[in-house]
């Protein structure tokens, strides 16, 4: 990829586990200026911090008025957000007959409208910079569904739908807005879920493997690149061919 031009801001949410901890780690090591948010366990978002030296900032992404203060607290510190990579997301698993309220409305607030009010957050600065990236991290489970996870499936789905509306929007201002679909990645989400689920995803994949955090930060990286910059309102797939569009 081409060597950045400078040491561009970059924010990402739900950034010191699993994913987001790659993403972090790698945006940094590519000369990035990283910003990474977490909501819950201060202890462990501390020692990732003194361990990659990237500040972390602590608000809840599903409450709009906190994505406000939060973004203006990271430009505080580091300057204004030039890439945002939407990735905060949780799971509310079960049966669609035995979903509650509370089930859907914290998947939703949570993985779909966190990537709004972020988003909200940051473009108008962009805007009058002339220059952006807006990365979500989707799921393969929005592409296809997946049992016991209507409202995850839901909100990873809608993020398409918003990728590529707000893609139209500003692409004429020099912002890109791009998707990534990640498969079953080996993350300690997973690996809790039990050796049986994990077996399952392996057997269900060609590849006969779980992805890493890392590949789908390489993804992130790219689409956060200059080389990226004629792609905007599309969606990367990487699932080690489960599901193939």
Not at 43 to 70: L, R, T
Not at 194 to 204: F, K, N, R, T
């Amino acid at each position: 990829m081409t060597a950045l031009t400078s040491n561009r801001v970059a924010l990402v949410t739900g950034g010191t586990r699993g994913i987001g901890a790659a993403i972090s780690r790698m945006m940094k090591e590519s000369g990035y200026r990283v910003a990474a948010t977490y909501v819950s366990n201060a202890e462990a978002a501390a020692a990732f911090q003194w361990q990659y030296d990237i500040p972390v900032f602590s608000w809840n992404v599903a409450n709009s008025e906190e994505c406000s203060k939060g973004v203006e607290a990271v430009t505080a510190a580091l300057g204004s957000v030039e890439i945002l990579v939407n990735n905060a997301g949780i799971t509310r698993d079960c049966a669609f007959r035995k979903m509650t309220d509370s089930d859907w409305h914290d998947v939703i607030d949570t993985n779909l409208n966190s990537a709004f009010y972020m988003s909200r957050a940051v473009i108008e600065g962009m805007r009058d910079r002339q220059f952006g990236r807006i990365i979500n991290i989707s799921s393969i489970n929005g592409q296809r569904g997946r049992y016991g996870q209507v409202n995850y499936s839901t909100a990873k789905a809608g993020m398409y739908g918003l990728t590529k509306a707000l893609a139209l929007e500003y692409a004429r201002h020099g912002i890109t807005v791009n998707a990534v679909a990640p498969g079953h990645i080996d993350t300690d989400i997973v690996r809790s879920a039990g050796q049986a689920l994990v077996d399952s995803l392996i057997a269900e994949n060609p590849v006969g493997r779980l992805g890493t955090p890392e590949e789908i930060a390489r993804c992130v990286l790219f689409l956060a690149s200059d080389d990226a910059a004629f792609m905007t309102g599309s969606t990367l797939t990487a699932n080690g061919g489960a599901y193939m569009l």
